[in-house]
């Protein structure tokens, strides 16, 4: 299992288990960073929520690219303590939802783990869907079921472009991108946890 979810898994032996959330890009030193980073940031009063990140081409123990870096900077969202780590199985089996960028970083999962299916989605997809449709007061499943069950497919620009070295604008736009989707995802998921997991 990734370290950083191990160590933190820990703490919660005997109490409800967390709701794991994994982020997924291709090198984990932009997007799929940046997402957990702004998550871990915004939801520190919720224990039940579990977030990592990986890559599928890692740039194994490399920091936050720079431009990313600045703006998570800007957003006051703490960032020294990150690298970059390869994605594996134990990560995706042990996530209640994995969130990619991009259609190709499903695919290579899927790939890898077939069995993936069920709990991988675009992240600006996922949580579109569930800012719309998902009822955390009422939902009789979880929101990877949910969105299984009854999300509509993900469109054409449900992804969100590498700005990995294209320069201060790529990666305002990604951001923002990233953090419009979880201004959405992050309510919706933090209530259900909130109702079911403590």
């Not at 288990?17 to 980073?37: D, H, K, M, Q, Y």
């Not at 960032?79 to 695919?107: C, K, N, P, W, Y």
């Not at 299984?148 to 472009?161: F, H, L, V």
Request: hydrophobic share 40%.
């Amino acid at each position: 299992m990734n370290s950083r979810v191990s160590r933190r898994l820990a703490t919660h032996v005997g109490g409800p288990t967390p709701f794991g959330v994994l982020f997924v890009c291709t090198g984990n030193i932009a997007r799929s960073a940046s997402s957990e980073l702004i998550a871990r940031h915004q939801c520190e009063s919720s224990p039940q929520l579990e977030f990592a990140s990986a890559g599928t081409a890692a740039v194994v123990g490399s920091p936050v690219a720079p431009e990313m870096g600045a703006e998570l900077e800007r957003r006051g969202v703490p960032f020294d303590g990150h690298r970059g780590q390869q994605l594996v199985g134990d990560m995706v089996s042990h996530a209640d939802i994995v969130l990619v960028m991009e259609t190709h970083h499903r695919q290579w999962i899927l790939d890898e783990w077939p069995g993936a299916v069920g709990t991988t989605f675009l992240l600006k997809h996922a949580a579109r869907e569930l800012a719309a449709g998902f009822d955390p007061a009422s939902a009789p499943v979880d929101p990877a079921a949910w969105l299984r069950t009854y999300s509509s497919k993900a469109q054409p620009d449900d992804g969100i472009s590498d700005p990995f070295r294209k320069g201060d604008a790529a990666a305002r736009v990604a951001m923002t991108e990233i953090e419009a989707a979880l201004n959405q995802l992050l309510p919706v998921v933090e209530q259900w946890v909130s109702l079911t997991r403590n």
